[in-house]
């Protein structure tokens, strides 16, 4: 920041993740998680976010709502869905 900057205009937020700044931490911690490893079921992102399943499934909802996380059905395993970050 230059010194003819006035504090706090710098963004809190990387571009394109203005979503989920006001989202709950569980969704946050998801979505860096599918950031990182790209897609994962909802039973691979409660094993690596270390948060409960209905915890996890929460955190998708909200981020399906903000429109920065996708689904569709995997394809090794009808019953399940794969879900994919949609912000870079």
Same mark, same amino acid.
């Given at each position: ?5 006035? =504090?706090?205009? !710098? &963004? /809190? &937020?990387? !571009?394109?993740?203005?979503? +989920? *700044?006001d989202l709950p931490p569980s /969704?946050?911690?998801? /979505?860096?998680?599918? !950031? ?9 992102? =409660?094993?690596?976010? %270390? %948060?409960?399943?209905?915890? +996890?499934?929460? =955190?998708?909802?909200? %981020?399906?709502? /903000?429109?920065? +996380? !996708?689904?569709? #059905? &995997? #394809? *090794?395993? =009808? ?5 994919? %970050?949609?912000?870079?």
């Open positions: 920041m230059s010194a003819s900057e006035p =504090a706090g205009t !710098e &963004s /809190a &937020s990387p !571009e394109g993740w203005e979503p +989920v *700044t /969704a946050k911690l998801v /979505a860096k998680v599918l !950031e990182y490893n790209g897609t994962l079921t909802q039973s691979q992102l =409660a094993e690596e976010t %270390l %948060l409960p399943s209905r915890t +996890v499934r929460y =955190a998708l909802t909200r %981020l399906e709502e /903000a429109d920065v +996380v !996708e689904s569709r #059905f &995997s #394809f *090794t395993d =009808a019953r399940k869905r794969v879900y994919t %970050l949609t912000i870079e």
